[in-house]
């Protein structure tokens, strides 16, 4: 059965973390991320968490290839609570800072403290400031019972 369009808004709002996926010359490349909605757009930073140095494989994955997927997912022990929402949107890298950030990343930055309290020790953007702007372009998602819906209303405020 399919999420219902209010939980799939509920996830979309206040869910944590994301798996997101993309293409590079290698092959499909998939990493942990956080993001938040803004005005139907999802955004992920690149953000000062230590790095490894240099561009980020996920950042020159979108750069040739803009189209990805972001997975939002539980797993439970009891399956009748299992359930995902895989959401395909088209990325674009988005770079700037201060007033050369565009008004729609600098809400994006705004929605993301709001989102994590983590950031208020460690910086949204990172060095150079990059986020990752995901338009969705369709979702697709499966749930095992009421039961696994019950569930997110539960811990969406909480995962």
């Not at 944590?16 to 490349?29: C, F, K, S, Y």
């Not at 942990?32 to 139907?40: E, G, H, L, T, Y």
């Not at 953000?47 to 972001?70: E, Y």
Request: net charge positive; charged share 20%.
């Amino acid at each position: 059965m399919k999420l219902p369009p209010d939980t799939v808004d509920r996830l979309l709002d206040r869910w944590q973390v994301a798996r997101l996926a993309t293409i590079g010359p290698l092959g499909p490349h998939i990493v942990p991320v956080v993001f938040a909605r803004v005005a139907d757009v999802l955004w992920s930073p690149v953000d000062g968490k230590p790095k490894r140095g240099g561009q980020l494989t996920r950042v020159r994955n979108v750069l040739s290839q803009p189209r990805a997927t972001l997975l939002i997912d539980r797993w439970d022990a009891d399956w009748s609570r299992l359930w995902w929402l895989r959401v395909d949107v088209v990325a674009e890298v988005v770079t700037g800072s201060g007033s050369n950030l565009r008004a729609d990343a600098i809400a994006a930055v705004l929605a993301l403290e709001t989102k994590y309290p983590q950031y208020r020790q460690t910086p949204v953007l990172g060095d150079p400031p990059t986020l990752l702007r995901l338009q969705i372009d369709s979702t697709q998602s499966w749930c095992a019972s009421a039961a696994a819906i019950a569930s997110i209303e539960s811990s969406a405020d909480s995962a």
